[in-house]
């Protein structure tokens, strides 16, 4: 399937409280390779598999979470038209100021959920990627949970419905899943813009602008083992599994970095296509609809966000 | 060195180390308003009110969660602090 506007989210800047405890555990536990700082001593990261100049962003701060997710465009042109479109949905939209070395120029909004959303498409190659000639699975030896790419995140604010809309109208993305409320409201979407099941989630949720995780792309469940071996080791808080969804059908664990930040470490999940019709959840099923294995709800999982 | 935790409102009282996060102390005797998410200080779930002792906090918390006329009013996460004195503890609630 051809990408036809939205490519991926492919940077995301996450609040950090202790900068060095937790850079530690992205780059020995996640097994991120540090990229480099910016001059207010930002740290940029990458995952071993990525091209792109760098995905994962930690800034210090007083308060954990998500700063913002940034999404590549496939052209200039579907950048600047993304830029109008927004417009035109109600969201007036600025040229982002903070400095990201290596990434051109980003447009930077807030979306009715309270999250900040950027666009982009100009992003230079990382100095270090995967090799491209008669290429090997990878140049060194994965670390730590052998992250491949940033893949995903689960965002938790009001109005959810207007989200959705906003990322199918304006972003050309779809929902291959969908909850509903007993009274046919929208509780939660996975949204994509390629073959992935999905780029972003949403819940809704009363507090605007929250994070419940961002997901780490493993290579199979072979993987999430692996990942479960550290987790235990190196005694990492973990919330879930290992286990598997019913919904996008990945397979997962969900742990706390030391900020308190919720990471999963996701596998496999079905490829989407835009074609196929839309799976719908009832919110009465969810529980087994995120935890497949357990078969019911796991508390933390929808009360506890940064 | 350990100290003692009253929670006044179930009136039980366990041992906490002074090198022990009170948390950990929670989790290991099974007493306490046990609440918790990430451990790390970043989600919330562990807010609690230090009524009455002294302790540190070895561990930065999220702003987002204890403002700092809370702080000053020791209200704080369990998860980032260790007890330098007994206390006396019970469940943050908003009133
Ligand atoms: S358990 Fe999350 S802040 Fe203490
Ligand atoms: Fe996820």
Redesign the interface.
């Known amino acids: 399937m051809a990408i036809t506007k939205t490519i991926r989210p492919g940077l995301i800047q996450i609040r950090v ?2 900068l060095d405890e937790t850079l530690d555990f992205y780059k020995n536990i996640i097994g991120l390779d540090e990229v480099g700082r910016t001059s207010d001593g930002r740290v940029m990261l990458k995952t071993y598999d990525e091209f792109d100049h760098h995905s994962v962003v930690l800034r210090k701060a ?4 998500l700063d913002y997710v940034a999404f590549k465009m496939v052209s200039e042109e579907a950048l600047e038209q993304a830029k109008l479109d927004t417009e035109k949905f109600g969201y007036p939209v600025e040229v982002a100021s903070d400095e990201q070395p290596g990434f051109g120029k980003r447009y930077s909004f807030k979306l009715c959920t309270g999250h900040t959303i950027q666009l982009y498409h100009e992003v230079e190659l990382a100095s270090d990627y995967p090799m491209l000639r008669n290429p090997d699975p990878w140049k060194e030896e994965p670390r730590g949970i052998r992250a491949q790419r940033f893949d995903h995140l689960l965002c938790y604010g009001p109005n959810i419905a207007e989200a959705e809309r906003y990322f199918m109208e304006v972003l050309g993305m779809f929902a291959p899943e969908v909850c509903n409320t007993d009274d046919g409201k929208r509780f939660a979407t996975w949204l994509t813009g390629g073959n992935k099941a999905h780029d972003i989630a949403f819940v809704e949720y009363e507090q605007p602008g929250k994070m419940h995780h961002f997901a780490f792309y493993l290579q199979d469940w072979n993987d999430i083992g692996h990942a479960a071996d550290l987790i235990g080791k190196y005694r990492v ?1 973990r ?1 879930v599994g290992p286990t598997r969804h019913a919904i996008t059908r990945g397979q997962t664990i969900y742990f ?7 990471i999963e470490t996701y596998a496999g999940g079905y490829a989407a296509y835009p074609d196929n019709p839309q799976r719908v959840w009832d919110v009465s099923e969810v529980g087994r609809g995120l935890f497949y294995y357990e078969g019911e709800l796991i508390p ?1 999982f929808l ?4 | 060195m350990e100290y003692t935790i009253l929670d006044v409102e179930t009136n039980e009282s366990f041992n906490c180390r002074e090198d022990e996060p009170l948390l950990s102390a929670m989790k290991r005797t099974h007493k306490g308003p046990i609440q918790y998410g990430c451990g790390g200080g970043g989600c919330g779930v562990c807010k609690i009110h230090v009524l009455n002792g002294d302790f540190i906090c070895f561990k930065k918390m999220s702003r987002a969660h204890i403002s700092s006329e809370e702080y000053a009013d020791h209200i704080v996460l369990s998860c980032c602090i260790k007890p330098t004195s007994n206390l006396i503890i019970k469940k943050f609630s908003q009133d």
């Open positions: 409280l202790d007083d308060e954990a979470g808080k919330d706390w970095e030391p900020s308190g930040n919720r933390s009360s506890v966000v940064s």
